[in-house]
């Protein structure tokens, strides 16, 4: 078998212990005489299989009681609509510009109600966060929109705004379960699946019981809903089954690797690794400003578009995959996420250091 350390930004890397479970499950599930892939979902099996996991999910990361936990499909980006759309009472939403994926967010918001752009790095290729400790927070703002981690420009948060007593949701799609996290500082917080938590199609949204209503705006499909899923548990239609259940494994996979402060711990080792030999190369330099610097996306370049392309080419062939960076940084970026091991960035140093004793002037 030959696995090469993948650094996609997602779809992304998988811890091999989960895969190697799921497939040994694939034919038949414990005993069930088929896969988890094929059975029903109001089945006792997969019962326990979700609710398995969302105990999991609750225990990693302390999900206060008076907080849901819903798994949900339709990507982050359909949460960019289902925001505005369940939260907006008065129909003004506050949002902090610091990349691609919060500028969509703000814009789907537009289609709904009033969106106000409160702060944005964008004058700086959304290389930093903006100060947010005293923003102009509308009076009427139904919540203050936050993307925690930049996964494309690889920035993160390190205090959260300041947003004078709104609701703070968040998009934590490609941090989530990274670090240990305070949910009772959100009023929702959403994640695709696919980026540090497990395969494409589920999007998990955590979100604080008294902003489940039905006061949602006209027209909302009751799909769009969270009280459609939160009243039926996850299961007002046929959930996406088997991603839940990866998922879950990897859940039970970072609780039995010391939870999440552990595996801030361990990041951190990995991304300073990373981030100590760009800031010591003389070819190789990290795009964003440190302080704001992500423990799971790195981007990087050499300023040299060719000799960009020509690392990309060579570390492919040496087993480093999916290292070109986003078309909008250019260069490189290495998504670094928990199932990266260290031995994987250890590897990609060591090439950085071939590359650039072969490539230096
Ligand atoms: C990837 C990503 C998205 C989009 O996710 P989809 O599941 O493809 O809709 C949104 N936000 C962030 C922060 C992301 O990294």
């Known amino acids: 078998m030959s ?3 993948n650094f996609s930004a997602g779809p992304a890397v998988l811890p091999e212990e989960v895969l190697k479970e799921a497939a040994d499950e694939m034919m038949d599930y414990r005993g069930c005489g088929m896969s988890v892939m094929e059975m029903s979902h109001r089945s006792k099996m997969f019962e326990t299989i979700i609710n398995e996991a969302e105990a999991d999910l609750r225990d990693l990361m302390g999900i206060p009681d008076n907080y849901r936990v819903l798994f949900l499909q339709g990507g982050a980006s359909q949460q960019f609509a289902m925001v505005p759309m369940n ?3 008065n129909r003004v939403g506050d949002y902090i510009i610091t990349g691609q994926w919060a500028k969509k967010a703000y814009q789907e918001a537009q289609l709904y109600g009033k969106a106000n752009a409160v ?3 964008a004058d700086k290729t959304f ?3 903006p100060d947010v400790s005293d923003l102009p927070i509308s009076e009427d703002a139904d919540y203050v929109y936050i993307c925690e981690n930049n996964t494309i420009y690889g920035t993160k948060y390190k205090t959260l705004p300041n947003t004078k007593g709104k609701t703070l949701v968040a998009d934590i799609s490609s941090c989530f379960l990274s670090e240990p996290v305070d949910v009772e500082k959100y009023g929702l917080l959403f994640g695709g699946a696919q980026k540090n938590v497990g395969p494409a199609g589920v999007v998990i949204a955590i979100i604080r019981e008294d ?5 949602v705006l006209p027209g909302t499909p009751t799909m769009l809903r969270y009280k459609t899923h939160a009243d039926a548990a996850s299961l007002y239609n046929t959930p996406p089954a088997y991603g839940i259940y990866i998922c879950g494994k990897v859940f039970k996979w970072l609780k039995n690797r010391g939870g999440l402060a552990a595996m801030k711990e361990y990041n951190e080792k990995k991304a300073n690794l990373l981030y100590d030999f760009l800031d010591n190369s003389k070819m190789f330099k990290g795009t964003v400003e440190k302080k704001d610097r992500s423990l799971m996306n790195v981007p990087f370049v050499t300023g040299d578009a060719d000799l960009d392309a020509l690392f990309v080419k ?15 940084v250019g260069g490189m970026r290495a998504s670094i ?5 260290m031995e994987g960035v250890e590897t990609l140093v060591a090439f950085m250091k071939d590359f ?3 490539n230096g002037k």
């Open 356 to 358: 650039e004793a072969r």
């Open 127 to 129: 290389s930093y966060i």
């Open 314 to 328: 060579e570390a492919k062939a040496a087993g480093l995959e999916n290292l070109k960076g986003h078309r909008s």
């Open 211 to 215: 902003l489940i209503t039905e006061d």
């Open 3 to 5: 696995r090469v350390y």
């Open 337 to 341: 996420y928990n199932a990266m091991p």
């Open 119 to 121: 702060a944005s790095s």
């Open 87 to 89: 939260l907006m009472k």
